[in-house]
């Protein structure tokens, strides 16, 4: 079924806007509805032929997003904030319904399935994470008060065929071929939805990249047993905040993907829920709760040894996505961020 401009443009603005700020948890309905109409498209394929569909998603996002405080979006909000931000697309029923339809269509018709963010944003991500990967590589980063290039470099691709790299809510598995094609080799996608995972392995054994290892797994649970140098969120901590219980899992989050960064690692999120200066905020609230868990040092010298016991600081973060106000605040659309395992 095609719908006229006027239909989708009501279709698409409802979810996006709830994305941003949901307010209650859908019926099975709506979540079906919800699966059949809200994705952003691209030049990979689309269920729809109608081209402004992208842009009316991609102005709709812009006109839902409300920047906050980063106080706002510590692990500690009260229980009637974590109820404003309860969304449908912080189930995982949602998405399981989401990615059969992806999965269906992508059988009958050969399309790929929604891109998130968009194509623009992934080519962002893609270029900027190969060039802050090949400074640390080369040594050129070593703390983080260190300056990343944001632009592509012309570089050997060895150095990153030794980067292992997971992708968390991989989806359908395409930011993993984009960074494949980049000289990255050691490469698994997780996903806690069944039919995500059946779309990446279709679409890669589609596209000829053999290589790249899918798992069912979800990762406030993680059953993966092995550490990676690199760990690619995009998206999945914003639909983490967005279940009825974000908070206590968005700490989960945090603690399950400290353990999956290998030390020396690189964390790199890429939200449209979140600013800079609020993920950089909620880390700084994770690495609180991990030093409380030491005894209380009682001497100057043990003062500067309990500093160590951060697990994650901040790195860089993207200086080239468009800014806009809003509500008195300067914020992006998206924000892509870089943390380092201490």
């Known amino acids: 079924m095609k719908l006229s401009p006027e239909e989708s443009n ?5 979810p996006l806007q709830q994305f941003q700020t949901g307010r209650e948890v859908a019926s099975d309905d709506d979540r079906s509805v919800a699966a059949d109409s809200w994705s952003i498209k691209s030049d990979y394929g689309s269920t729809l032929d109608d081209e402004q569909r992208h842009a009316d998603a991609a102005e709709a996002l812009s006109s839902a997003v409300n920047f906050r405080p980063a106080s706002d979006y510590s692990s500690d909000k009260d229980e009637s904030d974590a109820d404003a931000m309860t969304s449908m697309l912080g189930l995982q029923s949602y998405w399981d319904a989401a990615y059969l339809d992806e999965l269906a269509n992508f059988r009958e018709h050969g399309h790929v399935g929604e891109i998130w ?8 991500v893609i270029s900027w994470t190969k060039s802050l990967c090949i400074d640390v590589s080369q040594g050129h980063i070593t703390n983080h008060v260190g300056e990343a290039k944001s632009q592509p470099v012309e570089q050997d ?10 992708d968390i809510g991989t989806g359908n598995g395409l930011l993993l071929q984009e960074l494949s ?24 054994d589609r596209d000829g990249f053999s290589n790249i290892k899918f798992l069912v797994d979800d990762i406030l649970e993680t059953k993966l047993d ?13 639909a983490i905040g967005l279940h009825p219980d974000g908070p206590i899992k968005r700490m989960m989050y945090w603690d399950s993907v400290s353990k999956l960064l290998a030390r020396g690692g690189i964390l790199v999120i890429t939200s449209c829920n979140h600013t800079k200066d609020e993920l950089v905020q909620e880390v700084e609230n994770f690495n609180q ?4 868990i030491f005894q209380e040092p009682k001497t100057i010298k043990d003062q500067e040894t309990q500093k160590g016991h ?28 870089a943390f380092l395992r201490n």
């Open 181 to 204: 094609k980049q000289g990255f080799s050691d490469l698994t996608g997780t996903d806690y939805s069944e039919g995500a995972i059946d779309l990446a392995r279709s679409l890669a």
């Open 117 to 124: 963010f968009g194509t623009d944003v992934m080519g962002t």
């Open 289 to 292: 709760r991990k030093i409380a």
């Open 157 to 166: 691709d060895t150095y990153l065929s030794s980067w292992s790299v997971l």
């Open 10 to 14: 009501q279709h698409l603005s409802a």
């Open 310 to 337: 951060a697990p994650l600081s901040y790195l860089n973060h993207v200086r080239t996505y468009p800014t806009f106000m809003f509500g008195g605040s300067v914020g992006s659309r998206v924000a892509t961020v």
């Open 226 to 238: 092995r550490q990676f140098q690199l760990v690619m969120d995009k998206g999945t901590l914003d």
